[in-house]
């Protein structure tokens, strides 16, 4: 099965809404990483968050490796935060290979 | 923050040419790789690379394809001959480490085969 699995698959939300992105991962896999995808493809490294809670402006990152799960919180969500998030693990032992989920792709309107 | 160059952002090729996708990876990084990621799909791994060898290449990885860094220059990956499947956006990304480092992505060369 999927080794990184992402919900919701899309979001809409009203500028100014929060929005909460989930990233389930397997036993294969540590050092979650997410990742925000511009409309026109380009990546965006928003954390590296192996364990615990980062933040970063109205970005918040938690990840609980016991229940294997990783969260991205969006406060206050801007038209420019449209896009696709992308959560990705680093697969343990063998060789260093960032595994992606399908990500979620989030529109924000006015 | 440290920057991953691709060079060029765009390439479109006949079916059957051959193609050399650049990658300019951050300076003191010692791990390389590049990904593949069709059009509104999920973005998949391709291959790893470390001390001038490749690490681990998946099922995607054709025979048709190859990467090297000669001289520390340019990590490339080479696509001889390309087929119309290869059509999509291939990243390259660096790292200082290999497992547990982050990873710092380029913009992506988007490949379109005719």
């Known amino acids: 099965g999927q080794q990184v699995q992402q919900s919701p698959a899309s979001l809409v939300l009203q500028e100014g809404e929060n929005a909460e992105l989930q990233c389930n991962f397997s036993?294969?896999?540590?050092?979650m990483q997410w990742f925000y995808q511009r409309p026109e493809g380009s990546l965006v490294s928003l954390f590296y968050?192996?364990?615990g809670t980062k933040q970063s402006g109205r970005l918040t990152s938690t990840t609980v490796i016991k229940e294997r799960r990783s969260s991205l919180h969006i406060s206050s969500s801007q038209i420019t935060d449209s896009g696709t998030y992308l959560c990705?693990?680093?697969?343990?032992?063998?060789?260093?290979?960032?595994?992606f989920g399908e990500g979620t792709k989030l529109t924000v309107s006015s | 923050g440290p920057k991953v160059l691709q060079i060029p952002s765009h390439q479109i090729i006949d079916m059957g040419q051959m193609v050399t996708l650049n990658c300019d990876p951050v300076?003191?990084?010692?791990?390389f790789y590049w990904y593949k990621q069709i059009l509104g799909q999920q973005m998949e791994f391709l291959v790893n690379?470390?001390?001038?060898?490749?690490?681990?290449k998946s099922k995607l990885f054709k025979d048709q394809f190859s990467v090297e860094r000669p001289d520390g220059s340019y990590f490339t990956l080479k696509i001889q001959p390309t087929a119309l499947e290869d059509s999509a956006v291939y990243f390259c990304?660096?790292?200082?480490?290999?497992?547990?480092?982050?990873?710092?992505f380029g913009s992506g060369t988007r490949l379109t085969v005719l």
């Open positions: 300076s003191n990084h010692l791990y």
């Open positions: 968050n192996p364990s």
């Open positions: 990705a693990g680093m697969n343990q032992g063998g060789s260093a290979k960032l595994i």
């Open positions: 990304a660096s790292s200082w480490g290999g497992s547990a480092e982050t990873l710092y």
């Open positions: 690379f470390y001390n001038g060898k490749v690490m681990e």
């Open positions: 036993t294969s896999l540590n050092s």
